[in-house]
């Protein structure tokens, strides 16, 4: 991991969250491989296809989002990248907060790094009990 790396995936996931938020799916579209793939607890595999679809009809929309990026490591053109997340939207009029652990796999393509792969692993710890700091551990 360097500094250099999680610098950038931060800048790089702030600016995908603000796409996220302005529930714009051209603008978070610009930052997925075509092929795609968010895997969730809630329901497993979504395509881009599918997410891009429910964030354009409003079934999906998001108030707030925010990463911290935790680990960033790059193997060439490939780049795994850690990081801890929480957001707030509504899912068909149903609101919703979540706190989860992230896991993307990115592509470094001609117009900068895409993602491929999206893991959201629920922050059970934080659900479960309060939040107390563990960064000693």
């Known amino acids: 991991m360097t500094t250099t790396a999680v610098h950038e995936f931060q800048s790089h996931l702030n600016n995908w969250a603000a796409a996220i938020v302005a529930n714009d799916p051209g603008r978070i579209d610009s930052f997925v491989e075509p092929n795609w793939l968010i895997v969730?607890?809630?329901g497993g595999p979504v395509s881009r296809e599918r997410f891009l679809a429910v964030v354009e009809s409003g079934e999906l929309s998001h108030s707030d989002m925010l990463f911290k990026v935790l680990e960033a490591r790059t193997y060439g053109d490939?780049?795994?990248v850690l990081a801890h997340g929480t957001n707030h939207g509504s899912w068909r009029g149903a609101r919703f907060?979540?706190?989860e652990w992230v896991t993307e796999v990115f592509v470094r393509r001609?117009?900068?790094w895409r993602c491929s792969f999206s893991a959201l692993t629920p922050n059970y710890a934080a659900i479960a009990r309060p939040r107390r700091d563990t960064s000693a551990l």
């Open 110 to 112: 001609s117009q900068g």
């Open 97 to 99: 907060g979540a706190d």
């Open 78 to 80: 490939v780049a795994l």
């Open 40 to 42: 969730g607890p809630e």
